[in-house]
């Protein structure tokens, strides 16, 4: 009994020690560590693209944290866009990329679609968005069908 108790009373000592108390507000003591993703930027617009076409963009983004950014998944919220980034972790200062394919073939009309990058950094989710319009393609000339005659 005596054991658990001071157990317990070293355990809330050493935890209350952690943080400082000034003015009523509770201040944490120590440093951020981390890893911080910033992108160039987080939406691209295709404007008019022909349908067939496969419009790829590269979103460029560096690590300003303090600590390696690891990738950890690039969904596409449809199947039509493919999503290519870098694998390895990225050192504090690099730089990396998320490029996203997006195949128009049979997609005519406007599109707007989102990369979801789930990652260790802070906030460990950010959202990419590419739009634009798919001009339907000119339907191709059939020939005629022929019979031989008798």
Not at 9 to 20: K, N, R, T
Request: charged share 20%; glycine share 12%; net charge positive.
């Amino acid at each position: 009994m005596k054991r658990t108790f001071l157990t317990l009373l070293v355990a809330i000592g050493l935890a209350s020690s952690g943080f400082a108390q000034t003015g009523g507000n509770t201040v944490k003591l120590g440093t951020a560590d981390g890893s911080k993703i910033e992108f160039e930027k987080n939406q691209h617009d295709f404007g008019t693209i022909k349908e067939g076409t496969q419009a790829t963009v590269s979103f460029n983004f560096k690590n300003t944290g303090n600590a390696p950014l690891v990738l950890n998944s690039v969904q596409a919220s449809c199947g039509c866009t493919t999503p290519k980034w870098t694998r390895e972790p990225i050192a504090p200062g690099a730089t990396g990329e998320v490029t996203a394919i997006y195949n128009s073939k049979g997609r005519p009309g406007n599109f707007t679609k989102t990369i979801t990058v789930k990652h260790n950094g802070e906030g460990a989710v950010e959202y990419l968005t590419i739009r634009g319009f798919v001009e339907k393609a000119a339907p191709k000339p059939t020939s005629p069908v022929q019979t031989p005659q008798k």
